[in-house]
Nanobody, 116 residues
Framework: VQLVESGGGLVHAGGSLRLSCAASGFTFSSSPMSWARQAPGKGLERVSTIYAAGSTYYDDSIKGRFTISRDNAKNTVYLQMNSLKPEDTAVYRC???????????WGQGTQVTVSS
């Protein structure tokens, strides 16, 4: 299994970024996919999940600002992040699984830094 995140960077507050996660080595189309983040000194926090049928979950902290999507033809999951805040600064990682099913694998992550 391989999960490779990209799209992170440095952005001013109020800006936008689009994260991508290219997946391989498992049946992507039938797998729930999640995004989680880890801020300095804190634990891994799940922010969003997209299930195989397309339904989604968002943590309250990002609801209305972030959008998760998937392209099964490209084995890729995305996280569109708008109206970014300094508290969104973290390493963002994609994973295979969900809170209810558990997580099988995580990628290495991509750094997102939001300046005030």
């Amino acid at each position: 299994v391989q999960l490779v995140e990209s799209g992170g960077g440095l952005v001013h507050a109020g800006g936008s970024l689009r994260l991508s996660c290219a997946a391989s080595g498992f049946t992507f189309s039938s797998s729930p996919m999640s995004w989680a983040r880890q801020a300095p000194g804190k634990g891994l926090e799940r922010v969003s999940t997209i299930y195989a049928a397309g339904s989604t979950y968002y943590d309250d902290s990002i609801k209305g600002r972030f959008t998760i999507s998937r392209d099964n033809a490209k084995n890729t999951v995305y996280l569109q992040m708008n109206s970014l805040k300094p508290e969104d600064t973290a390493v963002y990682r994609c994973g295979v699984g969900s809170a209810s099913m558990g997580y099988k694998f995580w990628g290495q992550g991509t750094q997102v830094t939001v300046s005030s």
